[in-house]
């Protein structure tokens, strides 16, 4: 009989701490600031923005978690939300991730959010928090909802260097109780896509292949694991 490895506790969930700040030092200190004391407590809105890679799903996420540790409730809607609830009273921030992507539908309920939480029946103003591809003005969005976005804290993510992804996919690694090679490693960074997401989602699955193979991981395997897919 074949012994199946449980996939148990593989992928840490997002967090602030461990985000590599690096030139987007800046944003995650104002996102640390927000989260810190209770709740999101800054009335006006923030808006991270940057190419595919730079994090920005990360850190809505990363919020998410800080926030839900602290019994705080939030809104959160992206791009694969098919049918966005009504505004909840109870939230104490809304997040809003790809917003570049959001159907009609969805631009309307991310309106709705945005106006109940600056404007709530109940209750002191709420946090939103969102992110897009590109600058507020350049988004394709609805007029009301594309200035609305653009009012408050706008931060542009920039993508990692050499040496900061490889400080990022070492600290990831070490969250999962992994042991990644400078031989591994050269060849994610010279194989792969080179953004971020993706070497995460790269590594996800190496580590998920090595503990149905109960092997350690190195160059062959993650041949092994390419020749099986």
């Not at 009273?89 to 106006?115: C, I, K, M, P």
């Amino acid at each position: 009989m074949k012994q199946l490895a449980l996939d148990i506790g593989l992928a840490p969930l997002p967090t602030l701490g461990s985000f590599f700040g690096g030139p987007n030092a800046a944003a995650l200190q104002h996102l640390r600031m927000a989260v810190e004391g209770g709740s999101a407590r800054s009335p006006v809105p923030t808006y991270l923005w940057g190419e595919a890679g730079t994090g920005k799903t990360h850190l809505l996420r990363a919020v998410r978690e800080a926030l839900r540790e602290q019994g705080v409730l939030c809104g959160w809607c992206d791009a694969t939300t098919d049918h966005p609830p009504a505004f909840d009273e109870r939230w104490h921030a809304v997040l809003l991730d790809d917003v570049q992507l959001y159907s009609t539908g969805q631009q309307a309920a991310a309106f709705n959010w945005f106006v109940n939480a600056l404007s709530p029946a109940t209750g002191a103003p709420r946090w939103v928090l969102a992110a897009g591809s590109v600058p507020p003005a350049d988004l394709p969005l609805r007029d009301d909802l594309r200035t609305r976005l653009a009012w408050g804290h706008v931060f542009q993510l920039q993508l990692l260097g050499e040496t900061e992804r490889r400080s990022v996919l070492r600290q990831h690694a070490d969250a999962r109780g992994l042991f990644l090679s400078d031989e591994v490693m050269d060849f994610m960074l010279s194989r792969f896509s080179r953004d971020l997401g993706s070497l995460m989602q790269l590594l996800d699955r190496l580590d998920r292949h090595a503990l149905r193979k109960q092997r350690a991981i190195t160059v062959p395997l993650l041949k092994d694991m390419l020749d099986s897919e």
